[in-house]
C-alpha cells in the first residue's frame, strides 16, 4: 500500500527495555520526522531526516535514537525506556517542495510500565 | 510565550453551526500556514494549506492568514458530526526539512 506505515500500532513494555518503532514511506520523499504526542503538549518534535545517514535532534531528543540507511524506512529507538516515554509517536515525511507539508502515518501507542 | 498558541477547547457545537478555530503567533518569520484535522487514535492529515497572508476556501472550510496581527483562522461552515476532531494549526518560516510548529489542537464536537 502506498503512503506511511507505523508499526507496531500498539506497544506495551517495561521500563528499561530497548524498544525500536518501525516507519516506512512509499513516496521516496527525501524528509522524514518522528513527534510524540502527549495531552496538554501537543505534538512535539524528536529528530528528523533530511535523507539517508542525515539526522538532527528537535525539540526532545533525549532518551532517543534514529537512523536513516535508506530513504524508505526512519526507525525510532528508545535505548531504555522511561515512564515519562508513555506517549502516542507519529512518523511524518515531507517531498521538501515548498509547500512543506507534511503527512502522517496512523501512529504508534506505547505504553511503559 | 510558546510559539504558537492555540486553545485546547474543548468546543462543543449544534450541528449546522458556523465554527471558528484560531491560532495566534509569535514569530514574524512563519509564512507557510496549515491546519490538520485528526481523528480519534489516528493521525493528522492535512486540511488547510496558506502561503502568506490571504483566505482560502475549500468547501464548508475557509482559512484565513492575518500577519500583521499573527493570527490564523479555520472557519467551518454547515458543521456536521463527522467534523467532530481536534483540529491542529501549524505553521513554517521555510520549506523542505524546516520543522513544523504546532499548536496543541482544539477538540471540537459538533452534536447532532
Known amino acids: 500500500d502506498a503512503g506511511i506505515t507505523q508499526s507496531p500500532r500498539y506497544k506495551i513494555t517495561e521500563t528499561g527495555r530497548q524498544v525500536t518503532l518501525m516507519c516506512h514511506q512509499t513516496w521516496s520523499h527525501s524528509y522524514m520526522f518522528w513527534y510524540r504526542q502527549d495531552l496538554g503538549h501537543g505534538l512535539r518534535l524528536i529528530y528528523y531526516?533530511?535523507?539517508?545517514?542525515?539526522?538532527d535532534k528537535g525539540e526532545v531528543p533525549d532518551g532517543y535514537v534514529v537512523s536513516r540507511s535508506k530513504t524508505e524506512n526512519f526507525p525510532l529507538t528508545l535505548e531504555s525506556a522511561t515512564r515519562s516515554q508513555t506517549s502516542v509517536y507519529f512518523c511524518?515525511?515531507?517531498?521538501?517542495?515548498?509547500?512543506?507539508?507534511?503527512?502522517f502515518g496512523a501512529g504508534t501507542r506505547l505504553s511503559v510500565l | 510565550q510558546k510559539e504558537v498558541e492555540q486553545d485546547p477547547g474543548p468546543l462543543s457545537v449544534p450541528e449546522g453551526a458556523i465554527v471558528s478555530l484560531n491560532c495566534t503567533y509569535s514569530n514574524s518569520a512563519f509564512q507557510y500556514f496549515m491546519w490538520y484535522r485528526q481523528y480519534s487514535r489516528k493521525g493528522p492529515e492535512l486540511l488547510m494549506y496558506?502561503?502568506?497572508?490571504g483566505n482560502k476556501e475549500d468547501g464548508r472550510f475557509t482559512a484565513q492568514v492575518d500577519k500583521s496581527s499573527k493570527y490564523i483562522s479555520l472557519f467551518i461552515r454547515d458543521s456536521q458530526p463527522s467534523d467532530s476532531a481536534t483540529y491542529l494549526c501549524a505553521m513554517s518560516a521555510g520549506s523542505g526539512n524546516t520543522p513544523l510548529v504546532f499548536g496543541k489542537g482544539t477538540r471540537l464536537s459538533v452534536i447532532a
Open positions: 496558506t502561503y502568506s497572508s
Open positions: 531526516s533530511a535523507a539517508a545517514d542525515i539526522t
Open positions: 511524518a515525511s515531507n517531498a521538501g517542495g515548498p509547500e512543506n507539508i507534511q503527512y
